[in-house]
Structure formats: structure tokens, C-alpha cells
């Protein structure tokens, strides 16, 4: 079994570990130097309704990726505004990790290698094709998962943003981001809000050493500063712009809030640096990432593929997707957890075995399907769901679903027949 997987962000890297525990030979493969995609200035784990989803994919015999970054917590069990028992992880040393650790899963991963095309036999894809170091590679696989996001290529950013905002995806450098399901004549879908088309990135990265003594010290002790903002400099308005819907609350177009993920991270889209710099504390600030950050953000949800609650895209019948290609879900924690999923069900499709699909006993089986379902309205297009916030972790409360005894969530797995039901043959 030879299973290819286009993305290495967090999602990309789940579904590689979650496919070769059932014993596929798997390739990852990614356009950048680096693994990880928003994973690189992302950070935050276990928020709200993250902690019950990161507990039940252990539960589920998926959590492996969940105990390497765990290791790299720098902050654990912070409250910030609208967030309980949060941990953050070093943005600085993350990669590198995740990357020995599947390497000495056996995974094969090439980077800098950005796959173009698509080779169909009716409705199989074949193999895929793109450019590494120059030359033209070829990936043939029995099956393949789609984790390459929904960002750029710039031109999205430019149409539907502010421009480039110079990001850690780096087109420019590497190449805008390629869709395999469309390659393949899938119909994509758009996010779509109103007026706006995609999703702005929700924060910013600040080069910690550019900060205030004080206030370094601050983020390094507690993992969070909150600075209140004055009336002129708030960001009315702007935060609807945001991926991340559960940031959209008083609280951060009222303040500056900065995590401490190895830089600091500015808990909005984009600040005017003129602006920032009359802040308390950060009157010699200097973005990190995007280094445009005083402008804009690169824009989101653009480009999600159709498919069912076992995660294989509409139309192509080896072709599976995670993380943003899977819908409008935000967060490493649910790209990890959609990863795992697609994974699963690419080797079982070789299998010739039936797919896995979670049930609604399950906080993840419920909100695969439930994002999909909303997907499928013009309301639902303009919603974002993340276990940790807004739309989707209202649900979880109202269903009595989110706890944060990771012993609860074990046995509530267990009663539902689903203990282990993700892990390899050896591990049930």
C-alpha cells in the first residue's frame, strides 16, 4: 500500500503518521523547506473545547503527534480572554521535532517539492507530478490525501486582502499553494462572509526582543499580556474580517493580547505599526511574521473540497482531505484530529474495508459531520468552527460534550465503542 500526502502542515503530518501505523508505505510531501504550514506561528493547544478533542483522539488511538508537541509546551494551563486551560508550544523549535519524529516513524518526506498535476485513470488519480530542485517528480500512490490548505497563491491575497503580506507560506519563493482535488476536476468551494470572500489570518507574530524589558519579562513568566487599548487606536470592526471567529469578542478589539509561543503573538489580523508602537511597551515593535503585519494577513478558505464524514473528496475515489481542504475548521488541534481521520480511511479504501466514520458519540465524528452539513448553506459558508470557540464549541456545551477530565473522555469512548478504534492493528 503506497499512500501519497500533499501537505506537510499539521494536518499533512497526522494523516502521514496516522497512515503509516496502518502499515502503508507513505510519502509526505511539501512545496516549503519546512514542515508545519501555519503550525510555524500558530501555538496554541487545549483552549476550551480543544483540550476534549485532543483527550478523545488519544481515546481514539490517534494522539501520537498530541504527546510530541505536549513535550514543547513552554506555557501550560494560561487563561486569556475567552480561553481556559491553554498550553503553548515554542514556534521556534517545534518543526524540527515533529520532523525526526516521523522520519523515525518511517515516513519518507520531501521537501521543497511542489506537486503541479494530477495523472487520472477515470476516476482514480494515478499519480501526481511537480517540480523538486528543478526537476520533474512523479508520486504514484493507491491512495492520496489533500492537506495543502486554502491560502494563497498571492493572487487570492490580492484580490480578496490586502496584498501579500509576506507570510510564512512564501509563495513568492516557493510557489503559490496548487489544488489537487481541482486538478482533478473536483468543484471547489469558497468561503464567503457578506461581502468577503476567504478569511483574513487571525494574529501576527512580534519579534519578542523588539518589546519592552517589562513587558517581556511579563510574557515570559505568565504566557500572556493584556494591554489595554485607547479609544483611536482600537480595531473597530476588523476582527469579523478573522479566521479565527472565536477571537471576535470585545476583549481583543479593546486590548493588544500577546501569547508567548517563542515570539509574541498578537492576537489580531493586522495592526497599522505607527499605531502599535504608541502602545505601552512596544514602542519599538517589529513584526516577525508576516512582515507586512501592519497591513495585512494572508486570506483563507479558499478552496475547500467536497467530501464525506470519512473525508474522501466528492467525485474522486482514492482522494481524501484534511484540515482547511476538509472545510471550515480553524486550529492545529482540528487539522491534527481531520488528519488522523483521513489517514485511517485512505488505507482502509485500499483495504477494500469499510471507511471509519465517527459517530456523534464522538466530539470529532460530530463536528465532521456537522461542518459539512453547514457547508452546504449560504450561512454556513460565512461561519468558521473550531472546538474552541463561537459556533461549534456552543455546541459541544449545549450537547454536554465538553469536559476536561481526560479520564471522562476515556470512558465515555470506551462505553461508545470507539477506544483505540484509530490506532494500528498491534495497539486494539
Same mark, same amino acid.
Given at each position: 500500500?503506497?499512500?501519497?500526502?500533499?501537505?506537510?502542515?499539521?494536518?499533512?503530518?497526522?494523516?502521514?503518521?496516522?497512515?503509516?501505523?496502518?502499515?502503508?508505505?507513505?510519502?509526505?510531501?511539501?512545496?516549503?523547506?519546512?514542515?508545519?504550514?501555519?503550525?510555524?506561528?500558530?501555538?496554541?493547544?487545549?483552549?476550551?473545547?480543544?483540550?476534549?478533542?485532543?483527550?478523545?483522539?488519544?481515546?481514539?488511538?490517534?494522539?501520537?503527534?498530541?504527546?510530541?508537541?505536549?513535550?514543547?509546551?513552554?506555557?501550560?494551563?494560561?487563561?486569556?480572554?475567552?480561553?481556559?486551560?491553554?498550553?503553548?508550544?515554542?514556534?521556534?523549535?517545534?518543526?524540527?521535532?515533529?520532523?525526526?519524529?516521523?522520519?523515525?516513524?518511517?515516513?519518507?518526506?520531501?521537501?521543497?517539492?511542489?506537486?503541479?498535476?494530477?495523472?487520472?485513470?477515470?476516476?482514480?488519480?494515478?499519480?501526481?507530478?511537480?517540480?523538486?530542485?528543478?526537476?520533474?517528480?512523479?508520486?504514484?500512490?493507491?491512495?492520496?490525501?489533500?492537506?495543502?490548505?486554502?491560502?494563497?497563491?498571492?493572487?487570492?491575497?490580492?484580490?480578496?486582502?490586502?496584498?501579500?503580506?509576506?507570510?510564512?507560506?512564501?509563495?513568492?519563493?516557493?510557489?503559490?499553494?496548487?489544488?489537487?482535488?481541482?486538478?482533478?476536476?473536483?468543484?471547489?468551494?469558497?468561503?464567503?462572509?457578506?461581502?468577503?470572500?476567504?478569511?483574513?489570518?487571525?494574529?501576527?507574530?512580534?519579534?519578542?526582543?523588539?518589546?519592552?524589558?517589562?513587558?517581556?519579562?511579563?510574557?515570559?513568566?505568565?504566557?500572556?499580556?493584556?494591554?489595554?487599548?485607547?479609544?483611536?487606536?482600537?480595531?473597530?470592526?476588523?476582527?469579523?474580517?478573522?479566521?479565527?471567529?472565536?477571537?471576535?469578542?470585545?476583549?481583543?478589539?479593546?486590548?493588544?493580547?500577546?501569547?508567548?509561543?517563542?515570539?509574541?503573538?498578537?492576537?489580531?489580523?493586522?495592526? !497599522?505599526? $505607527?499605531?502599535?508602537? @504608541?502602545?505601552? /511597551?512596544?514602542? &519599538?515593535?517589529?513584526?516577525?511574521?508576516?512582515? *507586512? =503585519?501592519? +497591513?495585512?494577513?494572508?486570506?483563507?478558505?479558499?478552496?475547500?473540497? !467536497?467530501? $464525506?464524514?470519512?473525508? @474522501?473528496?466528492? /467525485?474522486?475515489? &482514492?482522494?481524501?482531505?484534511?484540515?482547511?481542504? *476538509? =472545510?471550515? +475548521?480553524?486550529?492545529?488541534?482540528?487539522?491534527?484530529?481531520?488528519?488522523?481521520?483521513?489517514?485511517?480511511?485512505?488505507?482502509?479504501?485500499?483495504?477494500?474495508?469499510?471507511?471509519?466514520?465517527?459517530?456523534?458519540?464522538?466530539?470529532?465524528?460530530?463536528?465532521?459531520?456537522?461542518?459539512?452539513?453547514?457547508?452546504?448553506?449560504?450561512?454556513?459558508?460565512?461561519?468558521?468552527?473550531?472546538?474552541?470557540?463561537?459556533?461549534?464549541?456552543?455546541?459541544?456545551?449545549?450537547?454536554?460534550?465538553?469536559?476536561?477530565?481526560?479520564?471522562?473522555?476515556?470512558?465515555?469512548?470506551?462505553?461508545?465503542?470507539?477506544?483505540?478504534?484509530?490506532?494500528?492493528?498491534?495497539?486494539?
Amino acid at each position: 500500500m503506497r499512500v501519497i500526502v500533499i501537505g506537510g502542515g499539521w494536518a499533512g503530518c497526522a494523516a502521514a503518521v496516522s497512515a503509516k501505523k496502518q502499515g502503508a508505505d507513505v510519502v509526505l510531501v511539501e512545496r516549503t523547506d519546512m514542515l508545519l504550514g501555519t503550525g510555524l506561528v500558530g501555538g496554541i493547544m487545549r483552549n476550551n473545547g480543544r483540550l476534549t478533542a485532543t483527550e478523545e483522539l488519544k481515546a481514539l488511538g490517534g494522539g501520537d503527534l498530541f504527546t510530541v508537541i505536549e513535550s514543547n509546551f513552554i506555557h501550560k494551563d494560561i487563561t486569556f480572554p475567552g480561553h481556559l486551560h491553554a498550553s503553548l508550544y515554542d514556534v521556534s523549535t517545534m518543526e524540527p521535532k515533529i520532523r525526526r519524529f516521523l522520519e523515525a516513524s518511517g515516513i519518507c518526506i520531501e521537501t521543497g517539492c511542489r506537486i503541479t498535476d494530477v495523472e487520472m485513470d477515470k476516476n482514480r488519480i494515478t499519480t501526481v507530478l511537480g517540480k523538486q530542485a528543478g526537476k520533474t517528480v512523479r508520486f504514484q500512490g493507491d491512495a492520496f490525501i489533500e492537506t495543502t490548505g486554502t491560502a494563497g497563491p498571492p493572487a487570492n491575497c490580492a484580490k480578496h486582502g490586502n496584498g501579500c503580506a509576506m507570510c510564512i507560506l512564501r509563495c513568492h519563493s516557493f510557489g503559490g499553494r496548487v489544488s489537487i482535488a481541482a486538478k482533478a476536476g473536483v468543484a471547489e468551494v469558497n468561503g464567503k462572509k457578506g461581502d468577503q470572500t476567504g478569511a483574513v489570518s487571525g494574529s501576527c507574530k512580534l519579534h519578542k526582543e523588539s518589546l519592552s524589558p517589562d513587558l517581556r519579562k511579563q510574557l515570559n513568566d505568565t504566557g500572556v499580556a493584556v494591554i489595554p487599548l485607547d479609544e483611536n487606536l482600537r480595531m473597530t470592526g476588523k476582527l469579523s474580517l478573522k479566521a479565527c471567529q472565536q477571537y471576535a469578542i470585545a476583549d481583543f478589539e479593546q486590548n493588544v493580547i500577546l501569547l508567548d509561543t517563542g515570539h509574541a503573538k498578537l492576537m489580531t489580523p493586522f495592526f !497599522p505599526l $505607527d499605531g502599535l508602537r @504608541k502602545i505601552p /511597551g512596544l514602542e &519599538n515593535a517589529r513584526f516577525e511574521d508576516p512582515y *507586512a =503585519g501592519g +497591513m495585512g494577513n494572508s486570506v483563507r478558505y479558499m478552496g475547500m473540497s !467536497p467530501r $464525506d464524514d470519512a473525508l @474522501k473528496v466528492d /467525485g474522486v475515489d &482514492n482522494l481524501f482531505c484534511a484540515g482547511e481542504k *476538509a =472545510g471550515l +475548521m480553524v486550529g492545529h488541534t482540528e487539522a491534527i484530529c481531520t488528519g488522523t481521520l483521513a489517514g485511517v480511511n485512505a488505507v482502509r479504501h485500499v483495504q477494500g474495508k469499510t471507511a471509519r466514520v465517527l459517530p456523534e458519540a464522538s466530539v470529532i465524528g460530530d463536528a465532521v459531520t456537522f461542518v459539512r452539513e453547514q457547508m452546504q448553506t449560504p450561512e454556513g459558508l460565512g461561519l468558521k468552527f473550531t472546538f474552541s470557540g463561537s459556533v461549534l464549541f456552543d455546541r459541544m456545551k449545549q450537547k454536554g460534550r465538553y469536559h476536561t477530565d481526560p479520564a471522562v473522555i476515556d470512558r465515555q469512548m470506551e462505553k461508545a465503542g470507539l477506544k483505540n478504534i484509530l490506532a494500528s492493528v498491534q495497539d486494539r
